[in-house]
């Protein structure tokens, strides 16, 4: 089973770049589909962007279509969000997430997170 750590949240001005990444160790890290949610203050997680096993299929919630690329480098068991044009709407705590399906011996999901990294975008 996968470990996620996230790394790169901070503080940035609206308009400004942020690029998360996330970290896994463990084994068959290309077998999951990595995701990234957020959950602001007082709201509850949302999906933000999903990429499937090869990095080809990449899949994104409305409001970051266009500002928000998500991509994975499966050599380096590394995901990553480039968020670009930030806005102060983007603001919280970012989480990444792998999803797969193993068979020990019955088929059951697994489903992994990281402890998340705090994004703050100021007006």
């Known amino acids: 089973q996968l470990q996620l750590v996230e790394s790169g949240g901070g503080l940035a001005q609206a308009g400004g770049s942020l690029r998360l990444s996330c970290a896994a160790s463990g084994t068959a890290f290309s077998s999951y589909v990595m995701a990234w949610f957020r959950q602001a203050p007082g709201k509850e997680r949302e999906f933000v962007a999903a990429?499937?096993?090869?990095?080809?299929?990449?899949y994104y919630t409305n409001s970051v279509k266009g500002r928000f690329t998500i991509s994975r480098d499966n050599a380096k068991n590394t995901v990553y969000l480039q968020m670009n044009s930030l806005k102060p709407e983007d603001t919280a705590v970012y989480y990444c997430n792998g999803r797969t399906f193993v068979a020990d011996p019955t088929v059951r999901l697994v489903e992994v997170w990281g402890q998340g990294t705090l994004v703050t975008v100021s007006s």
């Open positions: 990429v499937l096993w090869s990095g080809i299929g990449t």
